[in-house]
């Protein structure tokens, strides 16, 4: 399968953008398309040193159809897009039940060409949150914006794609569940989210949840080896919500590590998605009005 081939069940493919990004990146390279070491905790196929975003459409059959959409946005430090296990597994499991779902390939920040070199930089990376916060404040501006003109794209288009206006959320994966959640916090009122899930995501830092802030659930596991990175973040963005009085479930598993997306692992937290599905029925967010 090539980058410009669409993935299996996948409907169409859009640029966000078709006119060019209203901002370029500093430094932007060719888009590269790989597969991480088997030395990594997950062996998977990734994208980095993206510049032209993009939504990859997963729509369910008319007769199946709930008219209830989500933005998916895959996970990778916002320097890689894990887009299989955190993107079209989970479109796919989605529009099997009927809900439409949209993978987005947002900006990233630039990494090396160089296989080995880009390793090294992740590594340092990952062992260095201190250097890598202030880029991923740098670069939260285009996130912002690739993540609001998914949910607006998606909104013009609703009566097209078989859609609600009213009930298209953001899914997010790790950095992608970063994304989501300050489109949330920081992004125009007008182009929020109508309900938010980040899946073990972080780096939001202090939250007071925003006015009509959208209903939230939140998933990760205890030994997330990001530790408090991830764990503490999230407790932080669930008070924030139930100090509002805003609708928030958190799930809490005691095993499942980081990144697990839609992969099994033989654990409870394999199945997060069944109950993401089944808090979007009881909030009311699967059935036509």
Same mark, same amino acid.
């Given at each position: 399968?090539?980058?410009?081939?669409?993935?299996?069940?996948?409907?169409?493919?859009?640029?966000?953008?078709?006119?060019?990004?209203?901002?370029?990146?500093?430094?932007?390279?060719?888009?590269?398309?790989?597969?991480?070491?088997?030395? *990594?905790?997950?062996?998977?196929?990734? @994208?980095?040193? +993206?510049?032209?975003?993009?939504?990859?459409?997963?729509?369910?059959? *008319?007769?199946?159809?709930?008219?209830?959409?989500?933005?998916?946005?895959?996970?990778?430090?916002?320097?890689?897009?894990? +887009?299989?296990?955190?993107?079209?597994?989970?479109?796919?499991?989605?529009?099997?039940?009927? +809900?439409?779902?949209?993978?987005?390939?947002?900006?990233?920040?630039?990494?090396?060409?160089?296989?080995?070199?880009?390793?090294?930089?992740?590594?340092?990376?990952?062992?260095?949150?201190?250097?890598?916060?202030?880029? @991923?404040?740098?670069?939260?501006?285009?996130?912002?914006?690739?993540?609001?003109?998914?949910?607006?794209?998606?909104?013009?288009? *609703?009566?097209?794609?078989?859609?609600?206006?009213?009930?298209?959320?953001?899914?997010?994966?790790?950095?992608?569940?970063?994304?989501?959640?300050? @489109?949330?916090?920081?992004?125009?009122?007008?182009?929020?989210?109508?309900?938010?899930?980040?899946?073990?995501?972080?780096?939001?830092?202090? @939250?007071?949840?925003?006015?009509?802030?959208?209903?939230?659930?939140?998933?990760?596991?205890?030994?997330?080896?990001?530790?408090?990175? +991830?764990?503490?973040?999230?407790?932080?963005?669930?008070?924030?919500?139930?100090?509002?009085?805003?609708?928030?479930?958190?799930?809490?598993?005691?095993?499942?590590?980081?990144?697990?997306?839609?992969?099994?692992?033989?654990?409870?937290?394999?199945?997060?998605?069944?109950?993401?599905?089944?808090?979007?029925?009881?909030?009311?967010?699967?059935?036509?009005?």
């Amino acid at each position: 399968m090539t980058a410009t081939t669409l993935p299996p069940q996948a409907t169409f493919e859009v640029l966000l953008w078709p006119g060019g990004t209203p901002t370029r990146i500093p430094g932007a390279r060719a888009e590269r398309w790989f597969t991480s070491p088997p030395s *990594a905790p997950f062996h998977y196929r990734q @994208v980095r040193n +993206v510049t032209e975003p993009t939504l990859t459409a997963f729509l369910p059959d *008319a007769a199946q159809a709930t008219g209830t959409a989500v933005v998916l946005c895959p996970g990778g430090a916002h320097q890689t897009l894990a +887009v299989d296990h955190e993107g079209h597994d989970a479109a796919r499991w989605l529009a099997e039940r009927g +809900v439409a779902a949209f993978v987005l390939k947002n900006r990233l920040m630039p990494t090396p060409d160089d296989d080995e070199a880009f390793e090294d930089h992740m590594r340092h990376l990952m062992d260095h949150a201190d250097v890598l916060r202030p880029l @991923v404040q740098a670069h939260l501006p285009y996130l912002i914006e690739d993540g609001q003109r998914a949910l607006q794209l998606i909104r013009e288009h *609703a009566a097209e794609w078989n859609l609600s206006p009213d009930r298209t959320g953001m899914l997010g994966f790790s950095a992608g569940g970063h994304l989501a959640t300050m @489109v949330a916090l920081q992004g125009d009122e007008t182009a929020r989210p109508d309900f938010l899930a980040p899946i073990y995501g972080s780096m939001w830092g202090t @939250v007071t949840a925003p006015q009509h802030a959208p209903p939230l659930f939140i998933a990760y596991a205890n030994d997330d080896p990001l530790g408090d990175f +991830v764990i503490e973040a999230n407790l932080t963005l669930y008070r924030a919500w139930r100090a509002s009085g805003t609708a928030a479930e958190l799930h809490a598993y005691t095993r499942g590590g980081h990144g697990f997306g839609m992969l099994r692992q033989g654990l409870p937290s394999d199945h997060w998605i069944e109950r993401f599905y089944d808090w979007l029925r009881a909030e009311g967010l699967l059935s036509r009005p």
